[in-house]
């Protein structure tokens, strides 16, 4: 066990078990050994109040961490982005989003990264990512928050779940989504399996819904 000077927003494990990310509202990205309590390394996203780490994902075989920051109440784009290698704590790339990041997740090879952000009222955005580069390969738009994300292990499907009340589902190749359905009130957590064939999701309608990634007919 390690403790953080704050909360910890999020925690991701390596498909084989040898190294855990964990994103604290202390705000820092901390990364472990699974022999070791001590971190290998740990980020810090800025020094002033209200700065917090707020989700993190980790690449199959451990070797690349995404990371998603935001600095609470700040008026300006604050929430980042950030691409790491396991072995140093310097970000292989930063991308500042003009909402707050609410959820980043990665495929098992590294090399796609899928994030969700908020807008306040506004809604939010959808990005991809490679991990090239720090510009977006691309983004979609939502009338809410999106609250949850997930990639399949290719990187070849990803879905996002949003405060509109819809599920989305996207192949990495295009923005547009496959398929959307609603649900019958904010989708809370999506998940994808690993071939990407199956989605599931929770909403606040208190339902549970899983989907062939072939339609949006639950």
């Known amino acids: 066990s390690h403790s ?24 820092n990205l901390y990364l472990y050994s699974k022999d070791d309590s001590t971190p290998l390394w740990n980020y810090s996203s800025g020094t002033g109040w209200g700065d917090r780490m707020v989700s993190a994902s980790i690449s199959a075989d451990g070797e690349y961490i ?3 920051s935001m600095i609470v109440g700040s008026p300006s784009p604050n929430s980042k982005v950030h691409l790491f290698h396991k072995d140093s704590s310097t970000p292989l790339w930063n991308h500042t989003t003009t909402g707050d990041v609410t959820s980043v997740a990665i495929s098992a090879d590294g090399e796609y990264i899928v994030v969700g952000t908020e807008e306040g009222w506004q809604g939010g955005w959808v990005y991809l990512f ?26 070849e499907n990803m879905v996002a779940g949003s405060e509109d009340k819809g599920v989305y589902l996207f192949n990495k190749d295009n923005s547009t989504p496959r398929w959307s359905h609603t649900t019958g009130d904010k989708v809370r957590a999506v998940s994808i399996s690993a071939d990407g064939s199956h989605v599931a ?12 990634k072939d339609s949006s007919t639950p």
């Open 4 to 27: 953080a000077e704050g909360p910890v927003a999020s925690v991701a494990i390596s498909a084989n078990g040898e190294y855990v990310a964990a994103a604290s509202e202390d705000s």
């Open 66 to 68: 995404a990371a998603g």
């Open 130 to 155: 490679s991990k090239a580069n720090s510009t977006p390969l691309w983004s979609h738009e939502t009338e809410g928050p999106v609250t949850s994300v997930a990639i399949s292990a290719d990187g």
């Open 201 to 212: 999701v929770g909403s606040l309608d208190d339902g549970l819904y899983l989907f062939n």
